[in-house]
């Protein structure tokens, strides 16, 4: 049950790219409204959610960016969350500077930051920045960093998350998505040993070692069943096996040697999340994923966003810090994100284990923390 009182929030989401701003803004609006606040979800293109959140939320309402502010008959807004630097539209900003001088009380204005374990993270966080000019003349913006430390604004999380992993069913899960050409007994004995076929998730963008990646789990001992996530992952892998990725058929299947494959259709995040929870080893990718592969607590590499000027370089190893990952789970990123071009090398068994134990001690160290949501609402109430 909620302590706090309901305020009506506006999170403001531009699509850049990718998946990754909505999934975010998604995640955020639903765990907000999941607190007992109420959402309004300004964004410029949904097509995304219409399979990653198909079922809508109550309590989240979605807006059209370039649709009308608020009228008079509605509910004003409380705080206004700007998701990764995107400029509030100067209507809504006018409306809103009109309504506050009637109600004599500002909106709480929210800058969202991207996600990063850099140190500038730490001493950022909370910092104000003053509106010199507009409508807003005077006001207050604040700059809001998710983070890994107890000094930033933590990270995504439902409260009830761990719980609804801890009953989770993987062997399950895994029963019910089998390759059709490794012999079911397999499949199931695998669920049931957690080890005679390793399960990997792969969601990427076109990584440079995922050639030989693939060729490493074709010659390896154990089979790989590996689940590819639709479009730029599933075109990868299809390259990257010589194989015209015109014709990727999402829910279609592929063999080599040791190597399954199943492209995967898109899917709602809850059933994304299930399928970290079921795989031994999660490439993930971007910034949400990320934080899903965490707290999944499996294996995890990650293929960080990738910036022209390479200040991704000290972004990755910031987070490999953070992660205090073995010098075999750090490698494996270099390669992986094309910092270097040496041979990768097949993870056997007790590296798995070791790369997996270091995940899960990273998530310990997290779940000490508040998650984001929790943060911000006590940041709030703090500045309204
Ligand atoms: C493949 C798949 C993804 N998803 C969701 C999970 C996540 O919420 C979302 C993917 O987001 P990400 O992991 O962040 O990766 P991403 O690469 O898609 O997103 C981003 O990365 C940011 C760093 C950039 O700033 C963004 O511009 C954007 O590129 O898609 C599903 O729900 N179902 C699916 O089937």
Request: aromatic letters at 10%.
């Amino acid at each position: 049950m909620t302590t706090q009182p309901t305020l009506q929030w506006d999170v403001f989401c531009r699509v850049i790219d990718n998946f990754g701003d909505i999934g975010v803004c998604w995640r955020l609006a639903t765990q907000l409204a999941g607190q007992g606040q109420r959402v309004r979800l300004w964004v410029d293109d949904a097509s995304a959610l219409a399979w990653m959140a198909p079922q809508g939320c109550p309590g989240v309402e979605l807006r059209d960016w370039h649709a009308p502010p608020p009228g008079a008959q509605e509910a004003p807004t409380d705080v206004m969350v700007e998701a990764f630097g995107c400029e509030i539209a100067p209507e809504f900003i006018a409306s809103t500077a009109y309504q506050a001088s009637v109600r004599g009380r500002k909106p709480v204005w929210i800058n969202l930051e991207y996600l990063s374990a850099e140190r500038y993270v730490e001493r950022n966080h909370r910092l104000p920045s003053l509106l010199s000019s507009g409508p807003a003349q005077g006001w207050t913006r604040w700059f809001f960093y998710p983070g890994f430390t107890a000094a930033t604004g933590g990270l995504l999380r439902e409260p009830d998350l761990i719980q609804r992993q801890e009953a989770f069913d993987v062997a399950a899960w895994q029963n019910a998505h089998a390759h059709p050409s490794l012999p079911a007994p397999a499949a199931a004995a695998a669920a049931a040993a957690g080890a005679a076929v390793r399960w990997m998730s792969l969601f990427c963008y076109e990584p440079a070692a995922l050639p030989q990646w693939l060729q490493l789990c074709e010659a390896a001992s154990t089979p790989t069943h590996l689940l590819v996530a639709p479009v730029r992952p599933a075109h990868a892998v299809r390259q990257a096996l010589g194989i015209s990725s015109k014709n990727v058929l999402q829910g279609t299947t592929d063999k080599r040697g040791q190597l399954y494959i199943s492209y995967r259709t898109p899917c709602p995040q809850a059933v994304f999340d299930e399928m970290l929870w079921a795989c031994d080893l999660n490439a993930v990718r971007g910034e949400d994923s990320l934080v899903r592969g965490l707290w999944a607590g499996k294996a995890l590499v990650w293929h960080i966003y990738p910036q022209d000027d390479d200040a991704h370089h000290a972004k990755l190893q910031a987070f490999l810090d953070w992660l205090q990952a073995p010098a075999s789970l750090r490698q494996l990123h270099h390669t992986w994100n094309g910092l270097d071009d040496l041979p990768l090398q097949w993870p056997d068994d007790d590296t798995l284990r070791e790369w997996t134990a270091c995940v899960q001690a990273a998530r310990a160290r997290l779940l000490m923390q508040d998650n984001l949501v929790a943060q911000l609402l006590g940041f709030v109430m703090e500045k309204r």
